[in-house]
Nanobody
Framework: VQLQASGGGLVQAGESLRLSCATS????????MGWFRQAPGKEREFVAA????????MYAESVKGRFTISRDNAENTGYLQMNSLKPEDTAVYYC?????????????????WGQGTLVTVSS
């Protein structure tokens, strides 16, 4: 599975962005999807995840209430809607796919990764 993340950019604090994660070739329908981010000098951290059917979602506390994860299995695409962005949200955002049980926040649980898209939030 090859994942392609897009939608990053430079925004001001309080603004919004929507990230997309598309796949070519194989369908994403059977995979849980996750979003992670990595800020300069920091480890990659969990942001949000959605189950293969879209019925289950989970979020990091730092983004709960501001970010929304979703997916369109017909389009083989996942999304991360980011509202009320803060400077501390600045990072490279990665999407990932996982065939295992839903609920892991560990990077090691995800089998496939996109290349990352940079989100920069200015104050």
């Amino acid at each position: 599975v090859q994942l392609q993340a897009s939608g990053g950019g430079l925004v001001q604090a309080g603004e919004s962005l929507r990230l997309s994660c598309a796949t070519s070739g194989r369908t994403l329908r059977s995979y849980n999807m996750g979003w992670f981010r990595q800020a300069p000098g920091k480890e990659r951290e969990f942001v949000a995840a959605i189950s293969s059917s879209g019925g289950l979602k989970m979020y990091a506390e730092s983004v709960k209430g501001r970010f929304t994860i979703s997916r369109d299995n017909a389009e083989n695409t996942g999304y991360l809607q980011m509202n009320s962005l803060k400077p501390e949200d600045t990072a490279v955002y990665y999407c990932a796919a996982d065939l295992g049980l839903f609920g892991s926040v560990a990077t090691g649980s995800y089998d496939y990764w996109g290349q990352g898209t940079l989100v920069t939030v200015s104050s």
